[in-house]
């Protein structure tokens, strides 16, 4: 069984560019979350989506920033005109369900893509 | 506001000590918490998660705790090695939310 993947693991965009970053989560889990991490900084919550909804949104930019999770296919984060700020690394993580037998749920961690803007 | 706070926030022992790496929380209500390790430039990888029902968890040499009513975990690493130089993180999901908040992380070195 796969775990979460996210692809690409690195990716430079020049200022003014669009920055695609995609996540396949783990096989029977249709729940998505992303997390920034700033250099030198912890994470922080972005956006938790289901399969053709966002949930919870409140961690994202208000501009710039969103983000999908199709019926079909990976969930993708766009980044458009990206400047030297959005230089992070992005982690997707994914769960079957918020919740597994009436307690919370673990949230599984693809290895992140290194995003650089130059 | 729900935060998590992680200290120290740097730390260097030498090889074969026992450690003791600090989390705090600011909010009692808590779904659980969960310890992760960080390589330089890698991804994360999950070591421990206590239910909020639970006091402790073990797995090796690592030993977390947890203690609600005071907002405060521990991750105590027993005879520690070079290997286990990383940052460690500590995340928790707040009753009602669901992101996980994150403290910045210990960065660990382990000194042969």
């Known amino acids: 069984n796969a775990g979460v993947m996210q692809n690409p693991r690195h990716l430079v965009r020049r200022r003014g560019q669009e920055a695609r970053l995609r996540c396949s989560p783990m096989k029977g889990h249709s729940h998505v979350y992303w997390y920034r991490q700033l250099p030198e900084e912890g994470l922080k919550f972005m956006v938790y989506l289901q399969k053709e909804n966002i949930i919870d949104e409140s961690g994202m930019p208000k501009e710039r920033f969103s983000a999908e999770f199709p019926k079909e296919g990976p969930s993708i984060l766009r980044i458009q005109q990206v400047v030297r700020g959005d230089s992070a690394a992005y982690f997707c993580?994914?769960?079957?369900?918020?919740?597994?037998?009436?307690?919370?749920?673990?949230?599984?961690f693809g290895p992140g893509t290194r995003l650089t803007v130059l | 506001k729900q935060e998590v706070t992680q200290i120290p926030a740097a730390l260097s022992v030498p090889e074969g000590e026992n450690l003791v790496l600090n989390c705090s929380f600011t909010?009692?209500?808590?779904?659980?918490l969960q310890w992760f390790r960080q390589d330089p430039g890698k991804g994360l990888t999950s070591l421990l998660l206590i239910q909020s029902s639970q006091r402790e968890q073990t797995s090796g040499r690592l030993n977390a705790s947890l203690d609600k009513s005071s907002g405060r975990s521990t991750l105590y690493i027993a005879a520690s090695q070079p290997g286990d130089s990383a940052t460690y993180l500590c995340a928790v999901p707040f009753i009602l939310n669901y992101q996980l908040i994150w403290g910045a992380g210990t960065k660990l070195i382990i000194k042969p």
């Open positions: 909010d009692s209500a808590i779904y659980n």
């Open positions: 993580a994914s769960s079957p369900s918020p919740w597994a037998s009436g307690i919370r749920d673990t949230q599984y």
